[in-house]
C-alpha cells in the first residue's frame, strides 16, 4: 500500500466551480500537510500547509485535514482558467529530515 | 528574492555516460533536498542536505548517485554511469526550516 494515495484525475470544470482535490494516507506519524500546485514544466509551488488536523484557508482556498479518517483535501473556489494545473498533496512527520512524501498528483483542467 | 535554480533545464545522455546536475538553493536556506520523479510515478525523496552534511539519503537509488554540497551553498547531483531507469525530471528544493519546501524547476534527464 502506498504511504499517499491520491486520484490523478484529469478532471475537468466550468470556471467558477467549486473543485474539490483529496489524498488520503496510512502512515499515522504524519503532521505536516502540503498541497503544491505545478504548471506544466515547472517546479512544485506551494501553495498551503497544515498543522496536524484543522481547516486553512487562504484566499479561494481552503485545506481540511482529517487525522482521524487519514484524509485531506483542498477546495477552490470560484474557480478561474489561470488554476489548471497539477495539485500534488505532500506530507511530512515531525522531526528527522522531515522529507516530504508526496501524492501522484491532480491533473485539474478549469475551461472557460 | 532569486528562488531555487536548477542547471541544466534539460539534459539528453547516452546510457553509460556521466552527468551532473547543479542545483542552487535560495540565499541563507540551509536545507536542501533532492527529489526525483519518473513517468508515470510520484515525486520521490532522494536526499537532505543540512548545511554541508548529509542529514538522510535514504532515497538514494544506489552507488551511482553522489550528491555534494559545496560549503553548504550549491548541491550537484553526479549520476555515474547513468542508465536507462534514472530518466525522469529530478527537483532541487530548498527551505529555511524544514517545513516549507520551496522547488526550483527541475532537471529532465533522459537517458538514451
Known amino acids: 500500500q502506498k504511504e499517499v494515495e491520491q486520484d490523478p484525475g484529469p478532471l475537468s470544470v466550468p470556471e467558477g466551480a467549486i473543485v474539490s482535490l483529496n489524498c488520503t494516507y496510512s502512515?499515522?506519524?504524519?503532521?505536516?500537510f502540503m498541497w503544491y500546485r505545478q504548471y506544466s514544466r515547472k517546479g512544485p509551488e506551494l501553495l498551503m500547509y497544515?498543522?496536524?488536523?484543522g481547516n486553512k484557508e487562504d484566499g479561494r482556498f481552503t485545506a481540511q485535514v482529517d487525522k482521524s479518517s487519514k484524509y485531506i483535501s483542498l477546495f477552490i473556489r470560484d474557480s478561474q482558467p489561470s488554476d489548471s494545473a497539477t495539485y500534488l498533496c505532500a506530507m511530512h512527520t515531525q522531526g528527522g529530515s522531515e522529507k516530504l512524501v508526496f501524492g501522484k498528483g491532480t491533473k485539474l483542467t478549469v475551461n472557460p | 528574492e532569486a528562488g531555487v535554480t536548477q542547471f541544466p533545464s534539460h539534459s539528453v545522455i547516452e546510457k553509460g555516460q556521466t552527468v551532473t546536475l547543479r542545483c542552487d538553493p535560495i540565499?541563507?536556506?540551509?536545507?536542501l533536498y533532492w527529489y526525483r520523479r519518473v513517468m508515470g510515478k510520484e515525486i520521490k525523496f532522494l536526499l537532505h542536505f543540512v548545511k554541508e552534511s548529509k542529514q538522510d539519503e535514504s532515497g538514494m537509488p544506489n552507488n551511482r548517485f553522489l550528491a555534494e554540497r559545496t560549503g553548504g551553498t550549491y548541491s550537484t547531483l553526479k549520476v555515474q554511469p547513468a542508465e536507462l531507469e534514472d530518466s525522469g525530471v529530478y527537483f532541487c528544493?530548498?527551505?529555511?526550516?524544514?517545513?516549507?519546501?520551496?522547488f526550483g524547476q527541475g532537471t529532465r534527464l533522459t537517458v538514451v
Open positions: 540565499s541563507g536556506h540551509d536545507n
Open positions: 502512515n499515522s506519524a504524519f503532521q505536516y
Open positions: 528544493a530548498s527551505s529555511p526550516t524544514t517545513t516549507e519546501a520551496f
Open positions: 497544515t498543522y496536524s488536523s
